[in-house]
């Protein structure tokens, strides 16, 4: 079966950028299929360093074609943008499509987010203030503004006309924020469509007939499982369906067509933004892991809350992805460390319990209870080239992490660059 799904297990920047790299080298088309510019992506190749914000990882392969489905929200001048960039330094954009159903993100969007997370203040979510949520609230209100409506001048500027309307009045009566002016938008928006016209297309039919014609799929989640918006830490969540059934809807494949579900597990555990977190370190010990691992948000540069790896969470994300293996990431970012912990399980109102309670206020009320492993050297790490040649140490963290959550790591991350990486068991889409 040629789809497969690549879906980050904790409170997203687990290395699906990586892993998605490292997986299109076989992949025909790679699919985005929820969120927005929110997401960032960061892919070391050949020595440089990129950050993506909405194009899928696989841009990078000269063959394979990026699309963006039907569930994301996109920002058609951050889009563009990056299409720029990546023309810039040397890439095609020309396998890039996107869907004609995906919603747009306007400054309004932005606006309104930014006063409703200042309104909240203590008890703000902390978005990226990328006018992701926003923009989900407009699509499921139906009021929403699709990629196809950029192409249509009529329609469009309808549209705006009647949003502008409502969000001036939003922003000028109950936040005391500054309106925008409908026809500059619809100018500027027209603009967009004009530069995004070739690439428009229904991309639920080009799935169907690449997979038809046998083409191997890849959906690259975006975020994590645990910022999902039904079965993340909500209210601390997205807006999307971060989970695997979020790559159907929101890029019109069906089910029966996927094969594979791959989650993206960090040998650790962050998290940008508030809410709950069982095994967060505020010691040395957290601010070694983020120095070493550059652990800052790729969208905010905020740094990121850190903490060791949580098995009850993963066995939540196991089962809601049913994940058919693993990929873990940033084995090298422990490294150095004289003792490295997992936790097992919560201790929650005076009881040890194996699975995570299911109201977020009592989630943050659990104690993480950890299993203690040996640390490993960075050098005996990073000169392993086969799951063996791992020290014993390594190999023992995996394991435990495998017996905890039931899922085989068939990929290990061992550094930033796209060659490091130990592969141990059967991965990709069974080709060659
Ligand atoms: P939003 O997606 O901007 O609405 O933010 C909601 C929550 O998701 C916040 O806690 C963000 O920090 C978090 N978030 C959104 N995108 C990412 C991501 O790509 N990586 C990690 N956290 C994210």
Redesign the pocket.
């Known amino acids: 079966m040629p789809a497969l799904v690549i879906i980050?297990a904790q409170?997203?920047?687990e290395g699906k950028g990586k892993v998605t790299d490292f997986l299109a080298r076989e992949a025909d088309f790679v699919v985005r299929f929820q969120?927005?510019d929110?997401?960032?992506h960061t892919v070391v190749t050949g020595g440089n360093e990129y950050k993506l914000f909405l194009l899928p990882s696989g841009v990078f392969w000269p063959d394979v074609t990026s699309v963006l489905g039907n569930g994301m929200v996109i920002d058609p001048a951050v889009l563009l943008d990056e299409m720029d960039r990546l023309r810039a330094a040397g890439h095609s954009t020309e396998r890039i499509r996107v869907s004609h159903a995906a919603h747009v993100v306007l400054p309004y969007h932005r606006a309104v987010?930014e006063a409703e997370e200042d309104r909240l203040g203590e008890g703000k979510?902390?978005?990226?203030?990328?006018g992701?949520?926003p923009a989900y609230l407009d699509k499921y209100a139906r009021i929403g503004i699709r990629i196809g409506d950029l192409l249509e001048p009529d329609v469009l500027s309808a549209k705006i006309k009647a949003n502008v309307a409502f969000k001036n009045v939003l922003l000028e009566k109950v936040y005391g924020r500054e309106g925008f002016s409908a026809g500059q938008l619809i100018d500027e928006y027209l603009g967009y469509g004009d530069r995004l016209r070739p690439y428009v297309t229904d991309t639920s039919l080009l799935l169907d007939g690449a997979l038809n014609d046998g083409k191997n799929v890849l959906f690259e989640g975006?975020?994590?499982t645990m910022?999902e918006i039904d079965y993340g830490t909500y209210p601390?969540?997205?807006?999307?369906y971060t989970t695997a059934g979020g790559a159907c809807v929101g890029s019109g494949v069906g089910p029966t067509r996927i094969g594979s579900v791959i989650g993206v597990i960090k040998a650790f555990t962050?998290?940008?933004?508030?809410?709950p977190f069982p095994t967060e370190l505020h010691d040395e010990t957290g601010q070694y892991i983020r120095r070493k691992g550059k652990e800052y948000?790729?969208?905010?540069g905020?740094p990121?809350r850190m903490g060791w790896l949580d098995t009850v969470s993963l066995r939540t994300a196991a089962r809601i992805n049913g994940f058919s293996w693993a990929a873990l990431t940033k084995l090298d970012t422990l490294a150095g460390l004289p003792k490295v912990r997992i936790c097992t399980a919560y201790r929650f109102s005076s009881h040890v319990v194996s699975a995570a309670p299911t109201a977020t206020t009592d989630l943050a009320q659990c104690e993480a209870v950890y299993e203690e492993f040996d640390g490993w050297d960075e050098a005996a790490l990073k000169r392993a080239r086969t799951y063996d040649a791992l020290p014993a140490s390594v190999r023992a963290y995996v394991e435990a992490v495998e017996e905890a959550t039931g899922v085989e790591m068939r990929l290990i991350g061992t550094g930033q660059d796209r060659t490091e990486v130990v592969v141990k068991g059967e991965i990709g889409f069974g080709r060659g």
């Open positions: 980050g409170w997203g920047d969120g927005g929110n997401a960032g987010e979510i902390g978005t990226t203030r990328r992701i949520g975006a975020q994590g910022l601390y969540v997205t807006s999307s962050s998290r940008v933004g508030n809410g948000g790729t969208r905010t905020r990121r």
